[in-house]
């Protein structure tokens, strides 16, 4: 069983992580020093205006999302210091400017969380309308010179929670020592993987009416990366694409370290 306090460590060190690399990524493209500091608890006298949001999906070995959410005064500031223009009145221009800099922070929360969790993807997009109900939440605050601190929080839904807790992480760490001499043993040995575009499920009566030319839809979506199978597990993911005529994989995303998948 996996205890609260575990997730909420958890939690605690994606924040921290995420605060340290937003803040340099804040300082290079304003060109002056900012501060991302957990909090304790939130302020909630700090908020000015309507919540802005930008939701992180995690993929990999982490998997789950987390919410940014901030507000439209401190979003149209900081947007303004990243445009290099006057403080102005929010709008939709200061939150693309601000959803750049998130983005370009996610290589570095990415390299912080490698070594405690192992490879993950990190994306981010603007989302509206979000209730948080269930939810756990960290609270943030940014900071620069003598500027007056500008709240952030960050909101975990259940899976990402359940996922940054130690107690999930401690088998990995521990199945990933793999003895070298033993596995040296058996590399020549040759294994059948093989690529899974998608898959569906269908009634007999469809697969009996099958002749050339049927077109079968999968529950994939043309952009989505196509997936490595070595004894039906997923052990990689990339695109597709022909090598001397014919198809091969372009690898982009290891979920986990593939050592892991002779572990029994």
């Known amino acids: 069983m996996i205890d609260h306090q575990g997730k909420h460590q958890g939690a605690q060190v994606f924040a921290k992580a995420f605060a340290e690399s937003l803040a340099e990524a804040l300082t290079q493209k304003v060109g002056h020093p900012w501060q991302l500091r957990v909090r304790d608890s939130p302020d909630l006298t700090e908020r000015q205006g309507k919540a802005i949001h930008f939701r992180l999906t995690v993929d990999g070995a982490l998997r789950g999302e987390c919410f940014v959410e901030l507000y439209e005064a401190a979003v149209a500031e900081l947007g303004s210091m990243i445009l290099g223009q006057a403080a102005s009145a929010f709008n939709d221009v200061h939150t693309e400017a601000l959803s750049e800099v998130i983005t370009s922070a996610l290589d570095g929360l990415r390299v912080a969380l490698l070594a405690e969790y192992g490879a993950i993807t990190l994306s981010v997009d603007r989302v ?137």
Do not use: W
């Open 128 to 264: 509206e309308d979000l209730v948080f109900g269930g939810m756990f939440v960290v609270p943030l605050s940014a900071s620069s010179g003598d500027q007056p601190d500008m709240p952030v929080m960050l909101y975990f839904d259940v899976r990402l929670l359940t996922a940054l807790s130690p107690t999930l992480a401690k088998p990995a760490t521990e199945s990933s020592a793999i003895d070298s001499t033993n596995l040296n043993l058996v590399m020549d040995v040759e294994l059948n993987v093989s690529l899974r575009f998608g898959q569906c499920k269908l009634p007999l009566r469809e697969v009996l009416d099958l002749t050339s030319g049927s077109v079968i839809e999968l529950d994939r979506d043309v952009d989505d990366p196509v997936e490595l199978l070595l004894d039906g597990k997923v052990i990689a993911r990339g695109e597709a694409v022909i090598v001397d005529g014919n198809y091969g994989l372009r690898v982009t995303e290891i979920p986990q370290p593939i050592a892991s998948h002779f572990i029994r």
